[in-house]
């Protein structure tokens, strides 16, 4: 009986030790898989942001073109606005030198 027991025991030693392996065996494989899993995500994520900052990029760069047009014709507009109203200032300093001009021509006549 003893021996019996002792192949039962060998057995039972032999089967659990086959069953830890194939846990062990499929931790290794799932882990195995979650990892390149996550490698995966990881990579899909670094190709998104990739994407994103590049859009956004293209974006800023494109905004900040059109707002150096904008500015370019603001700043035209503006000299010529300048040149416009140093024109009008000067016609109505002449307005004023002929007005004064006249008006002291006419106060020398009286005055003589």
């Known amino acids: 009986m003893n021996s019996t027991t002792s192949e039962e025991v060998t057995e ?3 089967a659990t030790k086959s069953a830890m392996d194939s ?6 494989e799932e882990s ?3 990892t390149q899993a996550t490698h ?3 990579s899909i994520d ?9 859009r ?4 800023s760069t494109d ?3 059109k707002l150096i047009g904008e500015l370019s014709q603001l700043q035209e507009f503006l000299k010529s606005e300048t040149g416009r109203v140093q024109r009008e200032i000067g016609n ?4 004023i030198g002929n007005h004064n001009r006249s008006h002291c021509s006419m106060e020398n006549r009286r005055t003589r």
Do not use: H, P
């Open 32 to 34: 195995i898989r979650s």
């Open 63 to 65: 905004e900040l073109e």
């Open 92 to 95: 109505v300093l002449d307005g």
């Open 23 to 28: 846990e062990v065996r499929g931790f290794e």
């Open 12 to 14: 039972k030693s032999l």
């Open 56 to 59: 956004l990029t293209s974006n």
């Open 40 to 42: 995966s995500n990881v």
């Open 46 to 54: 670094a190709e998104r942001i990739r994407a994103s900052i590049a």
